[in-house]
């Protein structure tokens, strides 16, 4: 233990000054450790709920729209013109959806940004 410090102090480097560079060193830890971890506010977190079944239903409609008109296409060849039309006005509000989730996503990162 003596050897040891002994060898530290001859390199110019006290203990002291270990201690606080440690200290230092794990403070930065902490702080980017903080920076990292991603947390919902609640209003992130209602539009998450409201949205995702709007998403989750546009995408089963269209799954089923194609698989439909790929298993029978002589059933649904009479109607799909008005499937197509629903399909395009179910696409509006999701398209709206999808830019609210978006527009919240940049303004977190811009935040982050001003932080730096």
Known sequence: MV???ESTEEAGVTK???EIELIDA???IV???A???TTLTGSQFLTIV???PLFLAFVTLGVLIVWKTTSKP???APH???ILVAFAIFANPVTAAASVVVSMMQDDVRKKNEEK
């Open 26 to 28: 794990k403070s930065k």
């Open 80 to 82: 799909l013109d008005i």
């Open 16 to 18: 002291k000054q270990l």
């Open 74 to 76: 002589a059933e649904i």
């Open 35 to 37: 920076k990292t971890k």
């Open 31 to 33: 702080e980017l450790e």
């Open 50 to 52: 409201l949205v995702g």
């Open 3 to 5: 050897e040891e410090q």
